[in-house]
Structure formats: C-alpha cells, structure tokens
C-alpha cells in the first residue's frame, strides 16, 4: 500500500516537475528599449498615434525575451490565453512605455497580446508579473536620462559616436549593453534597440552571457521623437492624399 501511495506521488512529481523545466528552461532574459524616433524614420509608413492617445516621448518597452546562453530565444510555449483585465492596473504605464506606434493607428493590447503569447508564457511569470516586471526594468534603468546626462540628446543634426553611446550605458547600468542600429530614409545608421541582459529573477540586470551582434556604424545617429511624427491614421484608405497619387500613376 505504502508503495503504492509513493509510485503514484512520483508519478505525479515527475510529470509536475517536468512541465516546469520546460517552461523555465532558459538562463536569462534580455530586455530590450527601442526608440521610436528611429521606428518612425525607418520606413515610408511612419509611425502612428496610438488609438489609446499619446505615449510618453521616452525609450518604449519592446519585450523581455527568455534566453538560452547558446543565444536562442524559448518562444511559443504552452499555450496561455491573454486576459487584458489581469493587467488593468498596468495599462496606463503600459500605454505611456509600451505603446503600439506601427500604422494605422493600433492598439497596444494587440501587441502586448503577442508578446505574451510568443515571449511572456515562456518565462513562467504570471501575465501579471510579466508586464509588471518589465515595466519596473524600464523605470528604473531610465535609460533616456542616462543618454541626456552624457550629452547624447535625440537631435536629427548630430551625429554621436557609437563607442561614446556604449559608454554612457555601461557607465549608467553598470553592464554592457548590444545595441542594434536600423537605417534612416537618409540611410544613417541610426540607434533603434538596445539589449541589456536580466537575471531569471526579472528583475538584476547582468552582464549579458551572449551579446546580440551589433550592426551599427562607427557613428550613430538618435534622431528626434515629436509628436507631430504620430499620424493619425485610422484606416489604410483614409489617407486621400496618399489615395490620389496612386490613381495618377
Ligand atoms: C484621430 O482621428 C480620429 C478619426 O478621424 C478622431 O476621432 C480622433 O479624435 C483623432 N485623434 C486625435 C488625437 O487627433
């Protein structure tokens, strides 16, 4: 009887246990900031004003990515339903820092939602704790103070040297930081993310194991964000400017 009970308690445990480590079968997480000035100069569609209103003109919140230490991402895990009423109390922050700019004109919780379904349901947090945490790393990495304490203020006329932008990171977080670049109309290099590495705990920021390869040039541009930069945009077709000069091609 006595071994009976303990075959079915380790059944039990081995089963539990093996569907944890599989959801917490990564080694850090990387954190990563975009600015929108660059989103919205990278392309010909711009950037639009969220449905919700206007975002904070600050560094957004692109997502919290579960990491192996051979550089993979864990994505698309067990599948966890997004309930936009469990972050409720979040989503004023969420809608200044973690906005949906892509046009036309969007919703964060479109976005938010995929997160968690691709990255978020990885990590084994709470939908909760997962927005929660992330929200908390922005705030206190503020990592746009740290470029305007070091002189680096988004303008579109200057330029700024990418060993200089590593240095007031490293100098401000304590830990190196990757930094991606995307490519402006004017095809300057421009800083679009920036990857900082997290402990498993959500919350300290380490070295990182594996830096993301940068693919910056030697200088690099941090062009303005202005709201003036937000169309309004509501649908594809609302726009008869746009609509007028296909018709005449
Ligand atoms: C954006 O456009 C919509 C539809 O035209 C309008 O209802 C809304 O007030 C506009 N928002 C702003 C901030 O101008």
Not at 210 to 232: H, Q
Request: proline fraction near 4%.
């Amino acid at each position: 009887m006595a071994s009976h009970v303990t075959a079915v308690f380790l059944a039990f445990f081995f089963v539990f246990s093996g569907s944890v480590a599989a959801i917490e079968n990564f080694d850090y997480y990387y954190f990563v900031l975009m600015w929108p000035g660059s989103y919205c100069k990278q392309s010909s569609a711009g950037c639009c004003l969220p449905k919700t209103g206007k975002p904070e003109l600050d560094f957004f919140v692109k997502g919290l990515f579960p990491y192996s230490t051979d550089g993979t991402a864990l994505i698309d895990c067990n599948k966890s339903p997004f309930y936009t009423n469990e972050i409720s109390d979040l989503e004023s922050e969420l809608l200044k820092y973690w906005p949906n700019i892509k046009c036309p004109s969007s919703e964060g919780k479109y976005l938010w939602r995929n997160t968690w379904n691709a990255y978020g349901v990885c990590s084994g947090l709470s939908e909760h704790d997962y927005f929660n945490k992330a929200l908390e790393l922005r705030e206190k990495i503020d990592l746009l103070s740290i470029f305007n304490k070091n002189g680096i203020v988004s303008t579109d006329y200057a330029d700024y040297s990418l060993a200089n932008v590593k240095k007031a990171i490293l100098g401000g977080i304590g830990a190196s930081a990757a930094i991606r670049c995307s490519k402006n109309q004017w095809d300057e290099s421009q800083v679009y993310e920036i990857y900082l590495c997290v402990d498993k705990d959500a919350k300290t920021i380490i070295d990182c194991p594996v830096l993301p390869v940068s693919n910056c040039d030697p200088r690099v541009v941090f062009g303005s964000f202005t709201y003036d930069m937000l169309k309004n945009v509501t649908s594809l077709t609302a726009n008869p400017i746009r609509m007028r000069a296909m018709n005449s091609m």
